[in-house]
């Protein structure tokens, strides 16, 4: 008989799914700031790797996806149960933005990803009565802002765009929002949202 705890939908608030996600983008934007370039890339890919090897496992040994699925339900989706979790995606994300992408780019789409999309989800679950696609209109209002007002901090702190920070704002907001609320089929969106903040952002 299974005995494994009831994992969370994508409609479900999961707060602590959240507070995960922010920590784990934290950890990720930690590395970015504090070692040399070419040492993230080198950092993140070993990182990728491990993640990968041990997420791909326990999809072929049944025994050890039980164990995770008890150890990590906390912050697992129903959904990952038989796929790789968002935390494989999320890596593989900030890998590739920080191959393509300078440093000051790479920041700020990774921002987004930690604030922008568990805001809109927040949101949205909670006041989304407008939907668009699986999303809603209140919880891409609340991307916007979230996105705006971290992109304001960011440019200002860093001395950026100077007289243009007002036209540049709020297109980097709207930016954060699009990408967030675009859905790419079979596309997890901790991989999508970086890679279009960051084309965007660039």
Not at 77 to 85: A, M, P, T, Y
Not at 167 to 174: C, D, F, H, Q
Request: proline residues 2%; contains cysteine.
């Amino acid at each position: 008989m299974e005995n494994i705890m009831k994992l969370y939908t994508e409609k479900d608030l999961h707060i602590a799914r959240k507070i995960w996600h922010v920590c784990g983008v934290a950890a990720i934007l930690w590395v970015y700031m504090s070692f040399p370039y070419k040492q993230v890339l080198a950092l993140g890919t070993f990182a990728l790797s491990g993640i990968l090897l041990f997420d791909s496992a326990r999809l072929f040994v049944p025994s050890l996806n039980k164990v995770i699925q008890k150890t990590f339900a906390f912050c697992m989706r129903e959904s990952e149960k038989d796929k790789l979790s968002g935390m494989s995606y999320m890596i593989a994300g900030a890998i590739l933005i920080g191959l393509l992408f300078e440093r000051e780019v790479v920041i700020l789409a990774l921002v987004f990803l930690g604030l922008g999309d568990p805001i809109a989800s927040t949101f949205g679950i909670l006041f989304g009565k407008n939907k668009i696609g699986s999303k809603s209109l209140e919880g891409t209002f609340a991307a916007f802002v979230t996105c705006s007002i971290a992109s304001l901090i960011y440019f200002l702190a860093n001395g950026f765009f100077d007289h243009r920070i007002w036209i540049v704002v709020p297109l980097a907001g709207i930016w954060g929002a699009l990408s967030e609320l675009l859905q790419i089929k079979h596309v997890d969106d901790n991989f999508s949202l970086p890679v279009l903040s960051a084309i965007g952002l660039w």
